[in-house]
C-alpha cells in the first residue's frame, strides 16, 4: 500500500486557483522532487498534505489513516510528518537542543532524559551535537536548517516535507545542507522535497514531478525526464533551471 | 529652612515609610492582577473568536479610557450602592488593576502581534495544538519582548498608587498629610520627601526590571527583549 497517497486536491486563494487538482502517491522509502516556477503551488501541496493550509477539495491519506477526515487527530498525524521550512522557523528563544527536545516531551510525551538523549542523537545526525547548546541566532542559515531537520528526525516521522530547504541559504552553505538529507534519502526516509538544486534531483529523487500553474504537468524517474521528457514545456524548464542552479550539490 | 526642619522630617520616617509599605503593597496587587488579565485579555484579542476577542477590546477601552480617580470613586462610594462594600485597599487594587490591565493588554498584544507566523506554523507542524503552541512558543518570545513597555507601565502605576489617598487608603500620602496637618512649617520638606522617596523606589523598579531584561535576552538576538 502506498504511504502517502494524494488526490485531486484543490485550493484556492480569493480568485486564485494555487492548485486545480493534484494527485499524487509515494510508496515508502520513495523520493519526489517536486519543481516548477514559483507561484505554481508546490509549497501550497506541502501544506495541504499536513493540513498547516486546508485544501478546499480532494483527500490526503497516511497509510490508511486519512488526514483530510472531518475528525482526524490532526495534532497526532503532524506528529508523524517531518516539516521543514525554507526559513527554518526555529524556535528563536530555545537552544538547538530544547528545538529538537521539544516535540519530544510535549507532544509525544516522553521522559526528561530519554528525550534529552534522542535528541542528542539527532543533533550528532545532523553533525551538531557541539551546537546543542547554542540558540538559533548563534548559528548560521546550514546549522539553522540542520537543526530543524533534526527537530523533525526526532519524531521517528513516516514521511518528511522539505520546502525549499536551501532557497534562504547562502551558496556556501547549501551543501551542507543537501548532505543531510542525501543520507537521509539513502537511509530509506520518504520524502517530498520542493527545490530547485537539480543535481541533488537527479542523484537521489526517484522521480521528479513538475508542476505548473496548480496541476502536474509531467511526472517520472529523473533521467527520463531529463532526456525524454514528453511535455516539450518540461524540457524547456528543466534545461532553464540547470543552468540557473548548476549541477552542484 | 533650618536643619531642625530636616531632623523633625527624619524623625517622622519611620511613619512614611509605613505608608509607603502600602504603595509598594498596592502597587504588587495590581501589578499582578493587571498582569493576570492584561495576558488573558491580550491572548483573547489577538487568537479568540470575534465575540469573545471583541469582549476583551469592549474591556481595554473601558479601562483606558476612564480616569483613574473615577475608578477609584466608583469602586469604592459606587459599588456599595449596589450592595458591593470594598476595603478602601481592595477598592483601590481593583480600580487600579483593572486600569493597568488594560495598558498591559495593549503591550503583550503588540508583543503577540509581532512574533513571525512561522513560529506558530512550525509548532503546529511538529504536532502542538494551538493552545500548547501559544503557551511553549508564541507566550515565551512575546513576554520577553514586553519588558521595555512593561517597565513603563512600572513606574506609571508606582505613581499611581498615591491616588489611593483619594478613597481613605492610609498610604505615603496620606501619612505626609496628616504630618503637615499637625505642623505646616514641614509642608515643603516632607513633600519633597515624599518626592525623593517615589525616585528611588521607580529607579530601583526599573533597575531590577533591566537586571530581568538582560538575564531573559536571547543569545545572538541583538536589540530584541
Known sequence: MALLRVEDLHKRYGHEEVLKGV????????????????????????RCINRLTEPDRGRVWLGDLEVTARRADLNKIRAQIGFVFQDFNLFTHLTALDNVRLGLLKVRGMGRREATERAMAELERVGLKAKASAYPAQLSGGQQQRVSIARALAMDPKLMLFDEPTSALDPELIGEVLAVMI??????????????????????ADEIVFMEGGVIVEQGPPEVLFRSPKVPRTGEFLRKISELYGEAG | MDLGVWAQVGSYLPVLLQGLLVNVELLLGLLALGFAIGVVAALLEVYAPRPLGFLASAYTWFFRGVPEIVLLFLFYFGLPQIGLRLSAFLAAVLALGFRSSAYQAQIFRGALLSIPTGQMMAARALGLSRLGAIRHIVLPQALRLSLAGWSNEFSSVLKDTTLAWGIGVVEVMRQATYIRARNFTLTLPIYLTVAFLFLVLTYAGNFAIGMAEKRLRIPGLEGRG
Open chain 1, 183 to 204: 543520507q537521509l534519502a539513502k537511509e530509506g526516509m520518504t520524502m517530498i522535497v520542493v527545490t530547485h538544486e537539480m543535481g541533488f534531483a537527479r542523484s537521489v
Open chain 1, 23 to 46: 494527485s499524487l502517491t509515494l510508496a515508502a522509502g520513495e523520493t519526489k522532487v517536486v519543481i516548477g516556477p514559483s507561484g505554481t503551488g508546490k509549497s501550497t501541496l506541502l
